[in-house]
């Protein structure tokens, strides 16, 4: 597709449940990141996926959250046992090779997540 | 760390006033530097970017010059208008160490006719 996509657009779930997010980049771009932003707040850093490389966890807020992405493509956010504090819009960028930090990073409309 | 500060929003104008929205940062390096905006209901975009010191950046009538010496990328523009209504939010990343954005809290800014 033209850019990149993300589903769902919303989630709702309940406290102590696991959700899957998922994020398609952009054709050919093979550095992938995923950012969390809570309301009324900026960009929070989680994982970065770049080519067949080890991925950047540090990010990561807890040992409930993880990401896998097979190849340059698809990749899932698992959230394990959500709490209310994990309820956030949670944003997906790709950048083009070599996914230098002067390459642009295009982000997806991020899927909204609540936790009730 | 590396940080990012932006002014506290929300910045309220009329049509056609100039608009500053600052921004300083922390870095350990030499970053490149960036603006985002985020529209009502729509995803990040791109504004603007710099990669090194005095480096201007520019799209849609913004502007940001990248000042090293007091560490800033302030964004400008002349005139705005009701459409600019949005968020916008200044970022760095860095040549070296973790590759992803690091993000100011955001400006809202609100433009009134």
């Known amino acids: 597709g033209a850019g ?17 997010l998922r994020c398609d980049p952009i054709s050919g771009h093979t550095a992938l990141y995923w950012y969390r932003q809570r309301l009324g707040q900026g960009l929070e850093f989680l994982i970065y996926f770049q080519g067949n490389s080890a ?16 190849g340059e493509s698809v990749s899932t956010l698992t959230i394990q046992r959500t709490q209310q504090e994990d309820s956030a ?23 909204r997540l609540t936790v009730l | 760390g590396d940080s990012v500060t932006q002014m506290e929003g929300p910045v309220t104008l009329s049509e056609e006033a100039f608009l500053t929205i600052n921004c300083t940062y922390t870095a350990t390096g ?17 504004l603007l970017k710099a990669t090194k010191a005095d480096d ?19 964004l400008e523009k002349g005139s705005v208008q009701v ?10 990343n860095l040549d070296t160490g973790r590759r992803a ?13």
């Open chain 1, 4 to 20: 990149v996509s993300q589903s769902p657009s919303n989630k709702v779930t309940e406290k102590g449940k696991d959700v899957e």
């Open chain 2, 30 to 46: 030499y970053p490149s530097l960036f603006w985002y905006v985020q529209y009502p209901g729509e995803g990040l975009q791109l």
């Open chain 1, 55 to 70: 991925p950047d966890k540090s990010g990561l807020p807890s040992d409930r959250f993880s990401a896998e992405r097979t």
């Open chain 2, 56 to 74: 201007k950046g520019s799209n849609k009538g913004f502007e940001a010059t990248y000042r090293k010496e007091t560490t800033s990328f302030h």
């Open chain 2, 83 to 92: 459409s600019d209504s949005a968020v916008y939010f200044c970022a760095l």
């Open chain 1, 89 to 111: 819009v949670y944003l997906c960028a790709s950048s083009s090779p070599p996914g230098g930090p002067k390459d642009t990073q295009y982000f997806g409309p991020g899927t």
């Open chain 2, 101 to 113: 954005l690091t993000f100011g809290s955001g400006t809202r800014l609100q433009v009134q006719p």
